[in-house]
T-cell receptor, first 115, second 111 residues
């Protein structure tokens, strides 16, 4: 069964609002989680690495003030898209690192549509 | 970071035929996973193969791994229309290394 969950699975919001997406590791404690974004007909692009108890590391070109990441516990990382705009409409996917098995598991994704 | 590259980019077959897609990666891995993504939907985990394994089966899926060639293949036997999707490989090097995805193989199974 799934070991990483995301909530919500889809969300529609108005331009200018903020949206929070949760990523949970269900079977293990994950000190490290990763956030990806996928635009239509494109591959998944890594946005940032989320580390429990410390600041996230963002990939080049990803605005850290726009995409706020909070990894407050060993089983939960959140991605908040602030002041969302239509161009932020995308598929957001997280992965969680199981340190015991040294394996990454991917969540099912969250589809964000900004009107 | 570790990146997987899938090949071919697109594959179209008749229902009942077998589909084979390949994944190549650059550096040594701890394990490699295959995922399916239906159009507009999330990732579905298919199978994980560890670096010390050469072949693994799950239902109609067969995955092989050749670490000397840094490649993996995914075989779907007796394909069905419902197998129509994009397939991605995720090679993982261990030690919290980042995984970078390729463009995937887009499989179309014609009824």
């Amino acid at each position: 069964g799934a070991v990483v969950s995301q909530h919500p699975s889809w969300v529609i919001c108005k331009s200018g609002t903020s949206v929070k997406i949760e990523c949970r590791s269900l079977d293990f404690q994950a000190t490290t989680m990763f956030w990806y974004r996928q635009f239509p007909k494109q591959s998944l692009m890594l946005m940032a690495t989320s580390n429990e108890g410390s600041k996230a590391t963002y990939e080049q070109g990803v605005e850290k003030d726009k995409f706020l990441i909070n990894h407050a516990s060993l089983t939960l990382s959140t991605l908040t898209v602030t002041s969302a705009h239509p161009e932020d409409s995308s598929f957001y996917i997280c992965s969680a690192q199981n340190p015991t098995t040294d394996t990454q598991y991917f969540g099912p994704g969250t589809r964000l549509t900004v009107l | 970071s570790q990146q997987g590259e899938e090949d071919p980019q697109a594959l179209s077959i008749q229902e009942g035929e077998n589909a084979t897609m390949n994944c190549s990666y650059k550096t040594s891995i701890n394990n490699l996973q295959w995922y399916r993504q239906n159009s507009g939907r999330g990732l579905v985990h298919l199978i994980l193969i560890r670096s010390n394994e050469r072949e693994k089966h799950s239902g109609r899926l067969r995955v092989t791994l050749d670490t000397s060639k840094k490649s993996s293949s995914l075989l779907i036997t007796a394909s069905r229309a419902a197998d129509t999707a994009s397939y991605f490989c995720a090679p993982y090097s261990g030690g919290y290394q980042k995984v970078t995805f390729g463009t995937g193989t887009k499989l179309q199974v014609i009824p």
